[in-house]
């Protein structure tokens, strides 16, 4: 990510998008850090269940399209699903399905950015099967939608 940004910053048009990015990466190392903070002592049992979601999230932010559903990362982290789901809003400080959404909302952001795709075709690229499900969240998250979100980064020269 943060290779991403320095480039971004190379064209003064890409500067709002590498200010996004570097938000962005901020936002997460906050959380991350408030989250370690909230553990303080932990044991080798919390360090243990740390280390399984933290492998998953960024499982999720790498690949955000494949991530699965909340059972099938539960079942991938061998937890069930109640449990799964309380120790990952305690280490990344977010609800599982919530953070999937993040991330896929991130990368859509970059595509649509950076890519002719049309909205429908960056909504099934991130993983969303419903381009008004994809739409509906886009805006929750962002404040724009998805095509107006793209006119604003195609002003600023990034596209």
Do not use: C
Request: a positive charge; glycine letters at 10%.
């Amino acid at each position: 990510v943060m290779r991403r940004i320095v480039a971004s910053r190379a064209t003064e048009a890409a500067m709002p998008v590498a200010e996004e990015l570097f938000g962005g990466l901020l936002m997460e190392l906050v959380r991350e850090q408030a989250a370690a903070a909230e553990a303080g002592g932990t044991e080798a049992i919390d360090r243990h269940h740390r280390g399984i979601v933290e492998r998953i999230a960024t499982e999720i932010r790498e690949s955000p399209a494949e991530a699965g559903t909340v059972e099938e990362l539960a079942r991938a982290a061998g937890y069930s699903v109640d449990h799964f789901s309380r120790v990952f809003l305690k280490v990344t400080g977010g609800r599982p399905q919530d953070y999937v959404i993040g991330a896929r909302i991130a990368r859509a952001r970059q595509l649509l950015a950076e890519s002719e795709f049309t909205v429908g075709a960056v909504a099934e690229a991130v993983g969303f099967r419903n381009i008004f499900f994809f739409s509906r969240q886009f805006r929750q998250r962002t404040g724009q939608t998805p095509t107006e979100f793209r006119r604003g980064a195609r002003r600023a020269g990034v596209v």
